[in-house]
Nanobody, 117 residues
């Protein structure tokens, strides 16, 4: 249901943008968010954005990452600037979707972001 794209290898201080698109039809999309997980570490909250477009960010990314969404395209974006070595992780999109009156959480397949010189 969620298809992520973007990611890759970037040098410290660089930028990347991730996309998360919802596929399917006859659904109502609520909040969309991002989490990340580095090897050997627990999953970390990155941020989320409400259906009305209000974002909330985790402390480690505030001021560097920006979440936006295009409701017409059922797509959320994670703009990552000033990337640091410690931002290296698998990034996972999450969305609350109502399909046919049933609200559930859905997860993307994850994309790898590697920050390295």
């Amino acid at each position: 249901h969620l298809v992520e794209s973007g990611g890759g290898l970037v040098e410290p201080g660089g930028s990347l943008i991730l996309s998360c698109a919802v596929s399917g039809s006859n659904f109502r999309l609520h909040a969309m968010g991002w989490y990340r997980q580095a090897p050997g570490k627990s999953r970390e909250f990155v941020g989320f954005i409400t259906s009305g477009g209000s974002p909330t960010y985790g402390d480690s990314v505030k001021g560097r990452f920006t979440i936006s969404r295009d409701n017409a395209k059922s797509t959320a974006y994670l703009q990552m600037n000033s990337l640091r070595l410690e931002d290296t992780a698998g990034y996972y999109c999450n969305a609350e979707i109502n399909y046919g009156g049933v609200l559930n959480d859905y997860w993307g397949q994850g994309v790898q972001v590697t920050v390295s010189s």
